[in-house]
């Protein structure tokens, strides 16, 4: 048992003595008991044995919360787990992308409808460059429309 009166989540779930030297102990403490617990039903205390013990002291800690994202990631998607929620994460930004650059557009518009003398400057800071990709001018008047459901946003 490290430092304490009980063993520590590992050696109670797999119901064995909780040496002084336990390679879990510092990661999955007793009160804690669900975070080795799923760890271990997808990798299996064996395996995270072996990948501990293959890392320097100094970075166990971090494989440890990495094993912990990725168990909980696979219960809860078991084909793709860490891979899905990223690339769900990555549809995301996608959408918050299209959507600035549209909100982005409709300030121009806006801008243009106020004083159509004014040239058009686009400060490349502040605009996001991909907006060609998901909107076009219509060339007889200052309507904005989305190509993808070619429809107009805004006559």
Not at 2 to 26: E, H, Q, T, V, W
Request: aromatic share 8%; hydrophobic share 40%.
């Amino acid at each position: 048992m490290a430092g304490g009166s009980s063993p520590c989540a590992s050696c109670k779930l797999l119901r064995r003595r909780c040496a002084k030297d336990c390679i879990f102990a510092p990661f999955f403490r007793p009160d804690d008991p669900h975070k080795f617990a799923i760890v271990h039903k997808v990798f299996g205390a064996s395996n995270i044995s072996k990948m501990l013990q293959e890392l320097p002291v100094h970075q166990r800690a971090d494989a440890v919360s990495s094993l912990v994202y990725e168990a909980n990631a696979r219960v809860r998607d078991p084909v793709y787990g860490c891979v899905g929620a990223i690339s769900y994460l990555q549809n995301q930004v996608s959408d918050l992308q299209m959507q600035l650059a549209v909100a982005q557009a409709e300030i121009l518009c806006i801008q243009m409808q106020q004083d159509p003398t004014l040239p058009i400057q686009i400060d490349p800071n502040n605009f996001n460059n991909n907006l060609p990709q998901y909107l076009s001018f219509a060339s007889s008047s200052n309507v904005i429309q989305d190509p993808l459901k070619r429809e107009s946003l805004w006559t």
